[in-house]
């Protein structure tokens, strides 16, 4: 019976070869799309799942409350990690670790390559699942000068070699380390992303401020007890910094690695609901307006083509066939042509999934063997055809099969109108996705236009290795000698990115109780010139104003809180009124950090080159960037010759700033242009039908004089008023989203109303395209041939 059933269901399909692939056509792009964004999506949600124990790990944050708002950031003190687990009952291990990841050199012969990773604790091994392939997490640390690297690294020290346990790398030309440990690499979707770690112990030895409460440079991973609610040590974690450091205005709180990736956006002091979270729930959103686009399409067609199937639904009445039983004929008939669309749609996600991996910047895979997946695909598939089959079905089952043997016309205005209204819907959803793509890469573009108050272009930044800071002053010199170099200087932090914050300060005329946080940067003086900072007041750094008594250079916004009147001679007090410094000079803010926020007050000290950590290179603008290069690294290898050249474009770190907001955009663009080729599939459907519905109506026309261009225009007018309707309801709808987007940046565009005009006109031409080809087609028929017989 079943398989009667199928063949039944492909003779309907061949009898309607052009309508039946335009319907699984758009199914199959729509399943295939929204099957891209699942993978996407699945991706997202299932990042850190490789650690076991991933509901009982936390990082300790900490919010700290300004005057105008309250900064939430992952920096703790030193000592915290060890405090926490021997005072409070219910942390059953911690680990510390350095902040973001630390490059270093690793030597072994004749081979130097950069490797970053990170110091951390012994424990991190057991609180997260970090598989090891050679030795074990219980002697790892055993020694002081440890290594544990991936696999991945392991390749990249000793190629082909697998027995490396045991071995030694040199480290920064400094010291040997003994590779003690190898574990698996780590999954894309892992926010723990390093290649290799060692010892904290060695980092904090390195640097006894980490010995003092009152200084915040560590990372603090907490793993709970089973069973232990959160909130309870939440409670105790409160105050917890204040009993050590009086003074000290923020409070720490536990923060789930369930949320470390998608909802790492803080507001406040308190979680927004924003963050990856936001494009989660964005792209699942077009996801089923693709498929709904497409199920429409299905729709469309199938009412489009009642009369042809007219005379056997009156047949199969009149031979005893129920309303219900033809109900489930046409949605049956409905999903299998989804199940057929799956099937293409499946083809097509293995064809363009290494394209989608380029542009998402994963290593997504259809995973067919994936019992989830297979599942996932199939509820798509049946609920695509539920859905396109629901209207059709409910409107075939109702025909009266007296009117249709007798040959009576079927009266179509109540399908008619469904079908103009879902077209509308249809070139609605596509409307509102390309205006709302075009305002979102403005807004993108605003940003990356902005003004920064620094000249981020050819300024090449490099981390100070070996004897780069020694040399400073021959290397500034053979570089400005080169002819490709305007400006050499030194800094501690880079540019881009936050400072050493402080919030400790005092001034004559600051309110008490007040707390800013200010941004201090040491640097040489060179540094205003070649960072493109302009003195507006006052003098900039020299070497001398290293010496006591301290001297500095401030930026606008600070020079604003020190009150009215020229900030220059003015002191500023540091925390404890240990020590001061006058104010010899004033620069322009610029923008760090935050690249949508406001310039936050930044302080600039003069510091010796041994003191600093990267070099800043001006290029100049009129030379070959290559040759420009080349020349640097020759003066390098003369001066550092046992480090390799490494170095980074400052333009290039504000790009990858910017990567999720650009991958945004590029899905947009690309899910854009599918909803409206889908669209267009419906609509090329559509002008067939009534073409070929009217053929009659054409060859009357045409024998009473009218002309081909007249026919043309119009076959095309109905549906360009379907278009130009579906303008009118998209442009507040995209508005209203848009508007409430772009209230989330405090940097933004305005929403300009060509948008809406360019988008509309995009959509007419479209459609235009589209129906042409199928009215001219029927405006030049022969009308013998029309008017020939019934």
Known sequence: MIQNYIKTMWRSLAKNRGYSFLNIGGLAIGIACASLIFLWVEDEVNFDSVNTKKERLYIVKENQKYDTYVFTHSSTPGLMGPSMKSE???????????????????????????????????????????????????????????????????????GSDKDVLGKSIRVDNKQDYIVSGIIKDFP??????????????????????????????????????????????????YGYIQKRVPTAIG???????????????????KKTGGGQIEYVHLFTIIAWIILFIACINFMNLATARSEKRAREVGVRKVLGAGKKLLVFQFIGEAIFMAFIS???????????????????????????????????????????????????????????????????????????????????????ASIVLIISTIIVYQQIQHVKDRKLGFDKDNLVEM????????????????????????????????????????????????????????????????????????????????????????????????????????????????????????????????????MYGKPDPVMFWS??????????????????????????????????PVYPFDYRFVDDQFNQMFLSEMLVSKLS????????????????????????????????????????????????????????????????????AMHNWLKTYQYRITINWWVFAIAGIAAVIIAVVTISFQSIKAAMMNPVKSLRSE
């Open 188 to 237: 894309a979707n892992s926010s723990l992303q390093v290649e290799w770690f060692m010892p904290y112990q060695i980092y904090y030895d390195q640097n006894p401020w980490l010995k003092e409460w009152g200084n915040q440079s560590a990372l603090t991973y907490v793993e709970l007890k089973q069973g232990v609610d959160p909130e309870t040590v939440n409670k105790q974690l």
């Open 669 to 736: 663009r690309v899910f854009a242009s599918l909803a409206i080729i889908i669209s267009c599939l419906g609509l090329f459907g559509l002008a067939a039908y009534t073409a070929e519905r009217r053929t009659k109506e054409i060859g009357i026309r045409k024998v009473l004089g009218a002309s081909v261009p007249g026919l043309a225009r119009l076959l095309s007018m109905e549906f360009l008023q379907l278009v130009i309707l579906s303008c009118l309801v998209a442009f507040p709808v995209a508005y209203w």
């Open 342 to 428: 799956a099937i293409f749609a499946v083809m097509i996600v293995a064809l363009v999934l290494p394209a989608f991996n380029t542009l998402v910047q994963k290593q997504l895979v259809p995973g067919f063997n994936n019992p989830y997946h297979i599942i996932g695909l199939l509820f798509i598939a049946i609920t695509c055809g539920l859905i396109a089959g629901s209207y059709p079905s409910l409107y075939l089952s109702s025909f009266n099969p007296v009117s249709v043997l007798k040959g009576i016309k079927l009266k179509d205005s109540g399908a008619s109108y469904i079908r103009k209204g879902l077209v509308v819907l249809q070139f609605t």
């Open 88 to 158: 409070l009952p219910g942390v059953a291990n911690t680990a510390r670790a350095t902040e973001g990841s630390t490059s270093l050199l690793f030597s072994r012969g004749d081979k130097s390559v950069f490797a970053s990773g990170k110091y951390a604790d012994p424990a991190i091994f057991n609180m997260f699942t970090l598989p090891f392939v050679q030795g074990n997490a219980a002697s790892a640390f055993s020694q002081v000068h440890s290594l544990v690297i991936t696999e991945k690294t392991a390749r990249k020290f000793f």
């Open 607 to 640: 510091v010796p080159p041994l003191h600093a950590t990267i070099m800043y290179v001006r290029l100049k603008s009129q030379k070959n960037v290559e040759k420009s290069l080349a020349s640097l690294q020759a003066v390098l290898k003369k001066y550092n």
């Open 463 to 594: 981390d100070l290795q070996g004897d780069m800071a020694k040399n400073f002053n021959p290397i500034k010199q053979e570089f400005l000698n080169t002819g490709y170099v305007s400006d050499v200087a030194l800094a501690d932090h880079a540019i881009i990115y936050n400072g050493n914050n402080t919030s400790g300060l005092t001034w004559a005329s600051k309110p008490a109780g007040s707390k800013v946080l200010v941004s201090q940067r040491y640097v040489t003086p060179e540094f205003m010139e070649t960072s493109g900072l302009k003195v507006l007041e006052g003098r900039n750094l020299t070497m001398a104003d290293t010496n006591m008594p301290l001297k500095m250079v401030i930026t606008e916004s600070m020079a604003k809180l020190m009150g009215k009147g020229s900030a220059i001679g003015k002191t500023v007090h540091g925390e404890g009124d240990t020590t001061s410094a006058t104010v010899i000079g004033v620069v322009n803010d610029y923008v760090y950090g935050n």
């Open 251 to 269: 409070h720490a709180f536990l923060f789930a690695m369930n949320d470390w990736h998608l909802y790492d956006d803080f507001k406040d002091g």
